[in-house]
């Protein structure tokens, strides 16, 4: 018969800690090996999906500002949560069915491995000399006009959205999945559905963020209420990004104190709040510039540097990056899952 769970008691919580490292584990794993595969039934491939409808539907009826904002952010997680609710249900009567439904949840939160998925081409493409190729390449990674980018300006470009990516991608959903099993140990409830959820809730206000959160017409005002959100999401794992950057260049026999140096003192030479401080540290590591002007389409914004000009930029920094960004996610996630791992035996 299904076995059905009762409340967790705090002295028992602990028994059932494994489960989050479990999760935890068994995502970063499929990640490492699969990456985020392009399929049809993709959950956030779904969720764009579900964002786009909803964007069109609200502005057809005359909610383009705030109000509509609101809406398509309440909308997107009502629906989001109400997937991770049937989930949460399976777990509930079919643990081991949940518990693979939860590592698939968290998995496809996850965007770790394609960084280097879609930068290293673009090192590929520039040390073959094909500029078009590595334009093509780059533009699908980053916002920026990327037509008249040479060879430093590419490999400049393909930097930064690793770096920023890092935190957007991977260190906040370890941060709110670690936040979400930890809260849940403190009060006596289930750690495993309550971790997955808050990763959950992180994934939809990214994805609104990176489809709405702009400060251009049409969602100066529509995608206010979405970015100040992943702005505060963000916030904390932006600045835990400097030392496990720094840490990462230490194992990577990078410049470590240059990199947390630079991280912060630059780290707020940007116009973003929280990508500065992933972006800033990795240029400390690598003893480059990174920021400066940009050319997005129909306007060039002049954005401060960050780092040194100690080398000069180049394709080897791509991969560089991507080498420090894959130690920085084992340096980030072993805590994690000591901390999860002492919490089970005591």
Not at 21 to 29: S, V
Not at 95 to 122: C, E, K, Q, W
Not at 219 to 246: K, M
Request: glycine share 10%; net charge positive.
């Amino acid at each position: 018969p299904a076995r059905v769970r009762k409340p967790i008691r705090p002295g028992t919580a602990a028994i059932i800690m494994i489960e989050c490292i479990i999760i935890l584990a068994g995502a970063f794993i499929l990640d490492l090996m699969l990456g985020d595969p392009v399929y049809r039934l993709h959950p956030v491939r779904l969720l764009g999906h579900l964002i786009g409808w909803l964007e069109r539907f609200l502005f057809k009826v005359g909610l383009s500002g705030l109000t509509g904002g609101g809406l398509l952010f309440a909308g997107s997680i009502l629906v989001a949560g109400s997937i991770f609710l049937a989930v949460a249900m399976l777990w509930h009567v079919f643990p081991a069915a949940g518990l693979l439904g939860f590592i698939f949840l968290v998995y496809s939160t996850i965007g770790f491995r394609d960084m280097a998925n879609h930068a290293l081409p673009v090192e590929a493409a520039l040390v073959a000399g094909d500029m078009e190729k590595a334009r093509g390449l780059l533009q699908r990674i980053v916002g920026r006009d990327v037509t008249l980018l040479d060879n430093a300006g590419i490999s400049r470009a393909a930097v930064e959205t690793v770096a920023e990516n890092f935190v957007d991608g991977f260190l906040s959903i370890l941060f709110w999945f670690s936040v979400g099993g930890l809260a849940a140990y403190a009060v006596g409830l289930p750690p495993a559905p309550v971790a997955t959820g808050f990763a959950v809730i992180y994934r939809v206000t990214n994805t609104l963020d990176a489809m709405v959160g702009y400060r251009r017409p049409p969602y100066e005002r529509f995608g206010t209420i979405s970015a100040r959100i992943d702005d505060l999401l963000n916030f904390i794992p932006a600045r835990l990004s400097i030392p496990v950057i720094a840490i990462s260049a230490a194992i990577c026999r990078m410049n470590a104190v240059r990199s947390i140096k630079t991280g912060i003192r630059d780290r707020l030479n940007h116009v973003s709040p929280n990508a500065g401080h992933p972006e800033s540290s990795i240029a400390g590591a690598l003893g480059i510039r990174l920021g400066g002007p940009i050319s997005y389409p129909g306007k060039i914004v002049e954005k401060p540097w960050m780092g040194e000009d100690i080398n000069e930029i180049a394709p080897y920094h791509i991969h560089k990056t991507c080498l420090l960004i894959f130690c920085a996610g084992w340096v980030a996630l072993l805590p994690v899952i000591f901390v999860f791992t002492i919490l089970m035996v005591l």
